[in-house]
């Protein structure tokens, strides 16, 4: 018992020094939760082991408030989802170890495998591109347009102040099929920047390249086939670290050849639209490359198409957008959000992507026992990072949020009208009305219109013995105060019309 308190009180002076030197804020939450873990470990001093009440490392709660916020973001993606004519699915929480494995590249050790139980190894799904690809092959679906809202999970060591966790929520929308260059791919653009406009976050700029331009200028930059991968995982991390840090990534841990990472960082620090599609397709090198060329004419294509929607101009073709994800084939995109001006949110600067996709035309292949292949390209929301944002913007506002969409609170003014509040409150819910009372048989009027105050309900709809002789109820309007005796016949109506609800 000794050894083990003064091993607590070792951990409790480690993380003390931590704190002092201002160390990275993941080391510390890493070493405090050791520690926690350590004083559980020692017991209480009945000897019961303490039980330390929080939610698991990488994940949150969500009260009304955030939830009021993510229902009203979930409720905008999903009508635009809708509007570009989506249907919806649902794939299992858990997939076969053997369905996710050998798709994510070096980030296939942030899967979270299940516990070995005598049956099948399961493993939590990652994203649901790759459960997709699954269902399309299991089903053989050759052609779909669907969208897919739900929680994926990896073993990261995650910010969660700049909305990353280990459980989150992706939304998806995708379409398979064999089409026309490009329609589609416009169309995927389309639908992330309606999106964002509509969330009003800010100014935001989509970065657009293509998996076959950066390969074809891996090859004529001299970097050997079986390195393109990995030197595409080091260029996929220009958006967080200098170009040095990634040349010396390439160069000393990946042993590519200076000269070759030299080469590479010509090409990768270029970004404009059209003229540079055009700069590009002339260019010695570039334009002798089969794959590049076939690229660069459906970048050009893509910006055709673009112009077409209105959108160009917050569209950026730049080379050094690569995803680290192995199963992409072609277009890929990344919507990231630009610094914000406003004082409230100066901490959003570092918040950055709020989008991602590209496609992916051999992943269904993969799963289907005769390799047919199914073409498909898709985008991902990063809700969870448009969530932290708006979350914390409102939290700089102090704009009150509702947490309820009751339209009206029904009160008694008297004593002994309980039975006809409950009366009255049956009609208005059996009406499709949102109403709510106070679970107490002779509650204050003060306290009823309180209630209203507080919780954002606009309207009162109040009985009292004189408004019951009559055949009418009074109806207060919470913000104004004003009161109106309405026919209790033409009560729904009233209602509906002055909450606006058809």
Not at 319 to 337: M, P
Request: net charge neutral; proline share 4%.
């Amino acid at each position: 018992m000794a050894a083990q308190e003064a091993a607590v009180r070792a951990q409790a002076e480690a993380v003390r020094r931590l704190k002092q030197d201002k160390a990275d804020p993941d080391e510390i939450a890493k070493e405090v939760a050791k520690l926690l873990e350590m004083k559980a470990q020692l017991g209480g001093d009945e000897g019961k082991p303490k039980f330390v009440l929080k939610t698991p490392k990488g994940t949150r709660d969500y009260g009304p408030k955030q939830m009021a916020i993510r229902e009203r973001v979930f409720s905008a993606i999903i009508s635009c989802f809708k509007r570009h004519g989506a249907e919806v699915i649902d794939t299992p929480v858990f997939e076969l170890k053997e369905t996710l494995t050998g798709k994510y590249g070096e980030d296939s050790k942030l899967i979270y495998d299940l516990k070995d139980q005598g049956g099948e190894l399961l493993s939590l799904r990652y994203d649901l591109t790759v459960p997709f690809a699954r269902y399309l092959a299991m089903n053989k679906i050759t052609n779909i347009k669907r969208y897919h809202i739900a929680k994926v999970y990896r073993r990261d060591n995650p910010a969660m102040t700049r909305g990353r966790y280990r459980e989150f929520y992706q939304c998806d929308f995708d379409i398979a099929g064999q089409f026309d260059p490009m329609i589609p791919d416009a169309e995927c653009l389309k639908i992330v920047h309606e999106i964002l406009s509509d969330l009003q976050l800010g100014d935001f700029v989509i970065k657009v390249n293509d998996r076959r331009i950066l390969d074809g200028m891996f090859a004529v930059c001299g970097v050997p086939d079986s390195k393109f991968r990995t030197i595409c995982s080091s260029v996929d991390k220009l958006d967080k670290v200098p170009w040095e840090e990634v040349r010396s990534e390439m160069v000393g841990e990946k042993g590519l050849s200076p000269e070759a990472a030299d080469r590479i960082g010509e090409y990768v620090q270029l970004h404009g639209g059209l003229d540079l599609i055009e700069r590009l397709l002339q260019d010695p090198k570039l334009s002798q490359n089969k794959l590049a060329k076939e690229g660069l004419g459906d970048m050009k294509l893509l910006f055709e198409y673009l112009t077409l929607f209105g959108i160009t101009g917050k569209i950026s073709f730049d080379l050094s957008l690569a995803r680290g994800l192995d199963y992409y084939t072609g277009v890929i995109f990344e919507a990231v959000l630009l610094q914000q001006e406003n004082e409230h949110v100066e901490e959003l600067v570092g918040v950055g992507s709020v989008a991602g996709g590209g496609r992916y035309d051999g992943l269904v292949g993969m799963f289907d026992p005769k390799g047919r292949k199914v073409p498909c390209v898709g985008v991902s929301i990063g809700i969870e990072r448009i969530f932290s944002i708006l979350e914390q913007r409102l939290e700089a506002s102090e704009e009150k949020i509702r947490t309820t969409e009751t339209q009206v609170l029904v009160a008694s003014a008297q004593k002994k009208l309980l039975e006809e509040r409950l009366k009255l409150i049956s009609e208005l819910w059996d009406a499709g009305i949102k109403a709510e009372m106070l679970y107490k048989k002779n509650p204050k009027l003060l306290n009823q219109l309180q209630y209203c105050e507080d919780t954002g309900i606009p309207l009162v709809a109040i009985v009292g013995e004189q408004e019951l002789k009559d055949g009418v109820v009074k109806l207060r309007i919470v913000a104004t105060r004003e009161e109106v005796n309405i026919r209790r016949e033409s009560l729904v109506e009233e209602i509906r019309t002055r909450t606006s609800q058809p």
